[in-house]
């Protein structure tokens, strides 16, 4: 052991190792977990912050390893997006949230709006939307009631198709949403360019708006212009009463984020959907 100690690249290359085998069997893994039924959502309550009912759910996708346990999304989805594992599993993905979203709507008065995460890849591919209709005709679910997230880091590459994917979602019914906005390439000619109907203020901005003024203006900004071309603005990761009170008082209406709840087991999240919300 002194030995190793005085050699710590060694152990860093040990570690590195282990760590790239450990990728390599979770691509391979990745193949089954379908079929093996390892894959399953978690939904975090989305509330509307004046009245505090709840008005939608992101949907948040975890894999249940036989040997390794629970894994974060974190673990999985790059590997996922390299190997190409991402179509089958946005597609399960996309039809879980559909059928979830019937079951929890059908007969509700005031619908919740269920969000699905959706990887670029999925987005570019040539029968998206065909799967999109696919999948609404199939479960039941009204177009209306789905909303795909699509990360904005990732909006740059073919923006000419990414539109048309758009157009053609948004005349389904289907809402869009760019997530994590203000991260990546942060023009806000996208906002008046792209038919989206949701924008999600990144966790970073909401962490930084009690503290920085600048931020402040920022956010103030995004929440107004969404005000104006009438997309919903929703802000992600509110952690404590302070950030609340502030994204409040820069006029956003929607917002997710452990103060209200983590994501939730699907038993959970029937709990909270019972004790939150006017049905
Ligand atoms: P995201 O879409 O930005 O999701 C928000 C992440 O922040 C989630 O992590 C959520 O659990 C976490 N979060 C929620 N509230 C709070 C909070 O108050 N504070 C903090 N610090 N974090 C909060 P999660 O579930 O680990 O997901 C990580 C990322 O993985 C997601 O980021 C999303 O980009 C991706 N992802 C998740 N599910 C899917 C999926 O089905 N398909 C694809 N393509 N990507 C997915
Ligand atoms: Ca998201
Ligand atoms: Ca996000
Ligand atoms: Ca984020």
Same mark, same amino acid.
Request: hydrophobic share 40%; glycine share 6%.
């Given at each position: 052991s002194?030995?190793?100690?005085s050699?710590?690249?060694h152990?860093? &290359?040990a $570690?590195?190792?282990?760590d /790239?085998?450990?990728?390599? #069997?979770l691509a391979n893994?990745?193949?089954?977990a !379908?079929?093996?039924e390892?894959?399953l959502?978690?939904y975090?309550?989305q509330l509307d912050?004046h009245?505090?009912?709840i008005?939608?759910a992101e949907?948040?996708?975890r894999?249940?390893?036989g040997?390794?346990g629970l894994q974060?999304?974190?673990r999985?989805i790059?590997v996922a997006e390299?190997?190409?594992?991402?179509?089958?599993i946005? &597609?399960w $993905?996309?039809?879980t949230? /559909?059928k979830?979203?019937m #079951?929890i709507n059908?007969g509700r008065?005031?619908? !919740?709006?269920?969000s699905?995460n959706?990887s670029?890849?999925e987005f570019?591919?040539?029968?998206?939307?065909?799967?999109?209709?696919?999948?609404v005709?199939e479960?039941?679910c009204?177009p209306e009631?789905?909303?795909?997230e699509?990360?904005?880091?990732l909006?740059m590459p073919?923006?000419?198709?990414?539109?048309?994917v758009f157009?053609d979602?948004?005349?389904?019914?289907?809402?869009?949403?760019?997530d994590d906005f203000?991260?990546?390439?942060s023009?806000?000619r996208?906002?008046?360019?792209?038919p989206?109907?949701?924008?999600k203020?990144?966790?970073?901005?909401?962490?930084d708006?009690?503290?920085s003024p600048?931020?402040?203006v920022?956010?103030e900004?995004?929440?107004?212009?969404g005000?104006?071309?009438?997309?919903r603005?929703?802000?992600?990761g509110?952690?404590t009463?302070?950030?609340l009170?502030?994204?409040?008082?820069?006029g956003?209406?929607v917002?997710?984020?452990y103060?209200?709840?983590?994501?939730?087991?699907?038993?959970?999240?029937?709990?909270f959907i019972?004790?939150h919300?006017?049905?």
């Amino acid at each position: 052991s002194k030995a190793m100690a005085s050699h710590p690249p060694h152990r860093f &290359a040990a $570690a590195d190792e282990r760590d /790239a085998s450990n990728r390599i #069997r979770l691509a391979n893994d990745l193949q089954a977990a !379908i079929p093996n039924e390892e894959l399953l959502l978690h939904y975090q309550p989305q509330l509307d912050l004046h009245s505090g009912n709840i008005v939608g759910a992101e949907a948040l996708v975890r894999w249940n390893h036989g040997v390794f346990g629970l894994q974060s999304p974190s673990r999985f989805i790059g590997v996922a997006e390299e190997t190409g594992a991402i179509l089958d599993i946005g &597609a399960w $993905a996309l039809r879980t949230v /559909a059928k979830q979203a019937m #079951r929890i709507n059908d007969g509700r008065r005031t619908p !919740i709006r269920f969000s699905c995460n959706v990887s670029v890849l999925e987005f570019t591919r040539r029968d998206m939307v065909a799967f999109v209709e696919q999948v609404v005709a199939e479960t039941g679910c009204r177009p209306e009631w789905l909303t795909l997230e699509l990360t904005e880091s990732l909006m740059m590459p073919e923006p000419a198709e990414v539109l048309r994917v758009f157009r053609d979602l948004r005349g389904l019914g289907v809402e869009i949403s760019i997530d994590d906005f203000g991260t990546g390439y942060s023009n806000l000619r996208y906002l008046e360019r792209f038919p989206l109907t949701e924008i999600k203020i990144d966790r970073s901005f909401v962490r930084d708006v009690v503290h920085s003024p600048a931020k402040r203006v920022i956010v103030e900004s995004i929440i107004k212009l969404g005000g104006v071309l009438d997309i919903r603005v929703v802000a992600e990761g509110i952690e404590t009463d302070a950030e609340l009170s502030v994204v409040k008082s820069l006029g956003c209406s929607v917002g997710q984020g452990y103060l209200y709840s983590p994501p939730l087991d699907t038993t959970a999240f029937d709990a909270f959907i019972k004790y939150h919300a006017i049905s």
